[in-house]
């Protein structure tokens, strides 16, 4: 297993992890100015940027299956699609 290999769940919740900590960072700094937070989606490679004031990423934040994404990107969610246990 290398480690570079992180599951797309991964690496959406490394990016996540990573905008929280710029939230908690500029927000009282910056409260009516946009913040530039990373593209949430599945693709490990992408580092687009996405502009939020701080006041709408928290109030988006508050639902939990709502994401950062830059406009054509998409989000692939955890689910049940594949069940392991199933397999022969
Ligand atoms: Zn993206």
Not at 31 to 58: H, K, M, N, Q
Request: aromatic fraction near 8%; hydrophobic fraction near 30%; charge should be negative.
């Amino acid at each position: 297993m290398s480690p570079f290999a992180e599951s797309d769940t991964q690496c959406m919740t490394h990016k996540r992890r990573v905008n929280s900590l710029i939230h908690e960072r500029v927000h009282e700094l910056r409260e009516s100015e946009p913040i530039a937070f990373f593209c949430e989606c599945s693709s490990p490679r992408c580092f687009d940027t996405v502009w939020l004031l701080a006041g709408e990423y928290e109030s988006a934040r508050l639902d939990a299956e709502w994401s950062v994404l830059s406009p054509g990107h998409r989000c692939v969610k955890p689910g049940r699609v594949r069940d392991l246990d199933s397999s022969p």
